[in-house]
């Protein structure tokens, strides 16, 4: 009896042992499911509070420049001189020197980038479409100031010898390879879209005569409209926002001209060049770089908006 008793007390150690374990690792474990929410908002605040600071510092330091520089006239401008003896600041060379480029990349991109996605979403076969696709986004890979050596090197010396008049920095050169490496963008995000229609309503207009283009242009694309515009607007936000290409190839003139063979400068290559240390801090052509980088910081939020807003107005559901 006695040695049945000391067995039965052991036992009841033992449990109570492990119900002090299992009371510590659940103690442990409610610690931790209260701590790992607020470090995941922390972690996912990182994101906001960075938009905020940057935004904090456009806007604080433009305000300063429009203490020196009346606002309309920064705006409204035609003579951008930041470093002669009497300094006028603006913008209008530098927006038209941003549109004109994004515009001819998008000329080149839309086309070439749509047609692609027709390609490998309707025509291609799915061992052709793992092939290509890869080997398309490879271009996305390559660093921009490749392609900036590539206009200035490569292709402006082509198209001279087709343009006579073309200078040896131009706004024609960087927004043609501009175009060439948003292709990706569009073509991947496209494909994807179309990809994305359902292969019912294919063989429905199959089924009622139409042929294969047919099929692609009068149902495949509109049913995937929302997310070819949205592929359009932020390949135009990516050249809006380009800089190394421009800064290369497009040169430092800072012409107010729609003759695109002529140099101009963008506002991204205007930042590069006074940030490159020709402006003294606190000086006005030093506030003009965050005048210009929160216009570019607007024109590419608004796109950003714009592309969200056409995919949430025009989304099919399937």
């Known amino acids: 009896m006695a040695v049945d008793n000391n067995v039965s007390k052991e036992k009841s150690v033992h449990v109570r042992e492990l119900i002090d374990q299992n009371k510590s690792k659940r103690n442990f474990s409610n610690m931790m499911e209260r701590i790992i929410p607020t ?19 456009l806007l604080s330091e433009t305000i300063e420049f429009f203490k020196v520089i009346p606002i309309l006239d920064f705006f ?17 060379p530098l927006l038209n020197g941003t549109i004109i480029s994004s515009f001819i990349a998008i000329a080149v991109a ?5 047609m692609t996605a027709v390609y490998l ?20 890979g390559i660093p921009t100031i490749v392609y900036g050596f590539f206009a200035f090197t490569f292709v402006t010396p082509i198209l001279r010898e087709i343009i ?8 024609l050169s960087p927004g043609l390879v501009m175009g060439v490496m948003i292709i990706p963008m569009i073509a991947s995000l496209s494909e994807d879209a179309m990809t994305s229609v359902p292969n019912s309503m294919r063989e429905g207009a199959l089924a009622l005569g139409s042929t294969k283009l047919e099929v692609t242009f009068k149902v495949v694309i509109p049913a995937a ?10 390949g135009i936000s990516r ?5 190394m290409i421009v800064t290369i190839a497009s040169g430092s ?9 002529q140099s101009m400068q963008t506002m991204t290559a205007y930042i590069v060049e006074v940030s490159s240390g020709d402006a003294a801090a606190g000086t006005t052509i030093y506030y003009s770089l965050y005048a210009v980088a929160m216009i570019l910081f607007v024109f590419t939020f608004i796109m950003n908006l714009l592309a969200r807003y056409v995919s949430r107005r025009f989304r099919e559901e399937y």
């Open 110 to 114: 839309g086309p070439i980038g749509i």
């Open 253 to 261: 003139s800072k012409n107010f001209t729609f003759d695109i063979t």
């Open 76 to 92: 409204t401008g035609t003579v951008l001189k930041p470093l002669s003896q009497n300094p006028e600041f603006g913008l209008l």
């Open 39 to 57: 470090l995941l908002f922390l972690i996912a605040a990182i994101s906001i509070l960075t938009t905020v600071g940057i935004v904090y510092t």
């Open 164 to 171: 006579p008049g073309l200078e040896a920095t131009n706004i």
């Open 121 to 140: 979403s309707e025509y291609a076969s799915d061992k052709l479409r793992r092939i290509l696709k890869p080997v398309l986004e490879v271009l996305a």
């Open 225 to 234: 409209l929302s997310g070819i515009i949205a592929s359009f607007v932020l």
């Open 239 to 243: 050249a809006i926002g380009e800089t």
